[in-house]
Each structure stands twice: as structure tokens, then as C-alpha cells.
Nanobody
Framework: VQLVESGGGLVQAGGSLRLFCAASGLILSTYAMGWFRQAPGKEREFVSLINWSGGTTSYVDSVRGRFTTSRDNAKNTVYLQMNSLKPEDTAVYYC?????????????????WGQGTQVTVSS
């Protein structure tokens, strides 16, 4: 199983980025997917999740209304659209796959992780 994130980069505050998570070695439609992030000196934190069909999503309060997660199971890809970015969004962003039917915000619920992609928002 391999999850590969891409789409990160350097952007000014107020800008947008779209992250991609390409999955291989698994049937993506059988997994709930999550996005997490880790800033320097901080613990990894939950950002968003999406259930197997895309019909259920959830977000941490700090990104709700600015970030949108979606998925295309036919393309084995999950997306995180990030708008109105703030300097405090700067972190390494990770996608993760969970076998649990009910998606969870808990790191321990996820079975597979990508290597992460750096997002840097300048003020």
C-alpha cells in the first residue's frame, strides 16, 4: 500500500492550494480517508476526513469553511482544496487511510500514511 501526497508549496496568505493523495495497492473505495498536519514543534493534528463514498465529511474548526476534502475512487485519489490560507496553516500535510467503516478523527484509527507534503503560507 502506498499513499503519495503532492500539491504542497509556498503561497501567500489568502491564497489557495490543492493537495492530492494518490493511493495504490488498495481499493480506495473501501477506506475512509483523512488529512492531518504537523507544524514544527507541534503534534500531528486532524484536519479533515471523508467517508468511503464522499457523502460524509468533517473538519477541524480552524479550517471549516476554508478547506474542502473530496475523493474520486475511480482515480484512487483524494483531494484537499485549501482556500484563504493563513500563516498558521503552515505544516506538513499527510493523508491517511482507515479500514474503519466509520471515519474517525483519531490518528490511531488510520492504517496507512503518506510521506507528507509541505505547505508554507507567508504573511
Amino acid at each position: 500500500v502506498q499513499l503519495v501526497e503532492s500539491g504542497g508549496g509556498l503561497v501567500q496568505a489568502g491564497g489557495s492550494l490543492r493537495l492530492f493523495c494518490a493511493a495504490s495497492g488498495l481499493i480506495l473505495s473501501t477506506y475512509a480517508m483523512g488529512w492531518f498536519r504537523q507544524a514544527p514543534g507541534k503534534e500531528r493534528e486532524f484536519v479533515s476526513l471523508i467517508n468511503w463514498s464522499g457523502g460524509t465529511t468533517s473538519y477541524v474548526d480552524s479550517v471549516r469553511g476554508r478547506f474542502t476534502t473530496s475523493r474520486d475512487n475511480a482515480k484512487n485519489t483524494v483531494y484537499l482544496q485549501m482556500n484563504s490560507l493563513k500563516p498558521e496553516d503552515t505544516a506538513v500535510y499527510y493523508c491517511a487511510a482507515s479500514k474503519f467503516a466509520m471515519p474517525s478523527m483519531a490518528i490511531s484509527a488510520y492504517d496507512y500514511w503518506g510521506q507528507g507534503t509541505q505547505v508554507t503560507v507567508s504573511s
